[in-house]
Every structure is written in C-alpha cells, then in structure tokens.
C-alpha cells in the first residue's frame, strides 16, 4: 500500500456500532472475525448457503463438522463462542431487490463479500439510496480488492462499473482463489468499515489492492463520474427497481442460475471486478 496501512483502531470506536455483512464466505468470514474482535455493537451476517468442504481451507471460522449447516449460523456460533459481548444475528436470506433498502437501513455500514455482479450492484444502489456507507470486497487467484463508498455515497461502485457486464467473468469456483489472499482482504474490508464507522475523513473512493504473488498492497483513490446513474448529476436511479438486477449472463458470475441478486455465500467472487480494479493500479505504478 503506498504509504502504511491503518493503525489498529482502538475499541471504543467500534462500541454500539451496527454492521451488516453479505455473505459469510472466504472474505466474510476474516472480515466478520476482524469485526467481532474490534468489539462492534451488532454484527449481522446475510447468507443462505451451507458450508461446504472444499471451501473450508479460505473460509476459516468453520471446520468439518459444519459441513451442511446454515453459514450464517455457523459463523455466528463461532464468533459468539469467541465474544460472548457481541452480539452476533445470523440472517438466512438473500439480498433482494424487495428487501436491499431495509437490510441497509437498519445499520451503519455495509460489507459487501458477495459473489456476482448483480448483488454488488444492488447494495451498492441500496447503500446510495438509503445513504449508508459501504466497503465492496473480492478475491479470485492471487488477487483481491476493496472498494468504500461513503456516507455521502459518492464516488460509488457504478463510478467504476456503469452497469451488469454481458458475458461470464472469472470467479473462485472456476478460476480458484488463494485462501490467505481472502483472509487479507476480508481484514482489509473490517478495518476499512470500522474507520467509515468512525467517521475517518477521507475514505470515500478508496481502493486497496493486493498482489498476493508480489506480496504488495496499495492504496488509490477512485474518482466520481458525473455521468453516473446512482450518484453523478441528474442521478437516473432513483429506487431499487428488479429488473435492473437481472442479466442473461449473470448466472455465470456466481452460483445461482436464475439470478434475481442473489447475495450467494461464496462471497469471493467477483473476479471480474478484482481484476479490472487490479488493473488499474498497476498502471499507476
């Protein structure tokens, strides 16, 4: 990272602090132990899969006797064993467009570790609307990134991806992720959704990257469009409309087939959006 990372954030900045993280997965796993061990007030996990075992080596708070449980409750079982004082709410359910402004709306801050495209896009239209901050997060191979939208939601994820891309893009499933690469990530996201909890200045379109192979971690700052359709001028969104959600390819970008946002439990994916990120700091190197 260019400059040094982050001093550990003391305590008293995290108490009384509600956070909601989407996906219990190889980032929401490391990300939700970093929360609950900063002492946050609630830690709400979203997440309808079950844990399974070839995906236990980067999804580190669950072991062979968890296979086939509910992730959600697995993970809050765990952390709740770990510290007792925070209260941890295990949510069996998916992010969808009849329900995203409500999940959003009753924390401080979101931790996206989804898998696809659609669900990113629709927290991060949530997020905006109900104007809560938000840290995207995403890994596959040895590469991963996080990305903050502020409070005042500007810049935002569309600022980067104006929309569903068509065709399938890389994620763990098909193109593998390191585990050790997820649990840098997942850290970087809890340290970044505890500073935006805090309210650091400063944080809105921040993207830390990680080289896993060159062992580099950097730090750039995202610039806002002021043609995007959620937060530019004349801002086209307005409301969480399901269509906008859906595309013919989106089934390839995570692990559900009729894809209507699905915030899957995979929560690494993504890959498309790790590499056009990784990308762009490479270029400014």
């Known amino acids: 990272m260019s400059g040094r990372p982050a001093p550990e954030r003391a305590a008293p900045a995290a108490e009384g602090l509600r956070v909601l993280v989407v996906g219990a997965g190889g980032i929401g796993n490391p990300a939700a132990l970093a929360l609950a061990a900063s002492g946050v007030g609630v830690l709400r996990v979203l997440d309808d899969d079950l844990v399974e075992g070839p995906n236990l080596h980067r999804q580190v708070l669950f072991g062979e006797r ?3 449980r509910p992730k959600a409750v697995a993970l809050a079982e765990a952390l709740g064993a770990r510290f007792p004082s925070v209260r941890v709410e295990p949510v069996l ?121 060159r062992g580099e971690l950097r730090r750039i700052k995202a610039s806002a469009r002021a043609s995007c359709p959620l937060c530019g001028e004349g801002a086209s969104i307005q409301s969480i409309e399901r269509g906008r959600y859906t595309a013919p390819a989106c089934g390839a970008l995570g692990r559900s087939k009729a894809l209507p946002a699905a915030a899957r439990g995979e929560g690494e994916g993504g890959g498309g959006a790790v590499e056009a990120l990784a990308a762009g700091w490479r270029r400014m190197r």
């Open 66 to 68: 968890d296979v086939g």
């Open 93 to 213: 359910a998916r992010a969808l467009p009849e329900t995203a402004l409500e999940l959003v709306r009753g924390v401080d801050v979101v931790v996206d570790g989804t898998d696809n495209f659609a669900s990113r896009f629709l927290l991060a239209d949530a997020a905006r609307l109900g104007e809560v901050p938000i840290v995207h997060a995403a890994a596959v191979r040895w590469e991963g990134t996080c990305f903050v939208s502020g409070p005042r939601g500007r810049p935002c994820y569309r600022c980067l991806f104006e929309d569903l891309p068509e065709g399938p893009a890389p994620d763990c499933a098909s193109a593998g992720v390191v585990g050790a690469v997820c649990g840098v990530i997942g850290g970087v996201a809890a340290d970044l959704a505890l500073g935006l909890g805090a309210g650091e200045a400063g944080l809105d379109g921040t993207v830390v990257s990680l080289d896993g192979r």
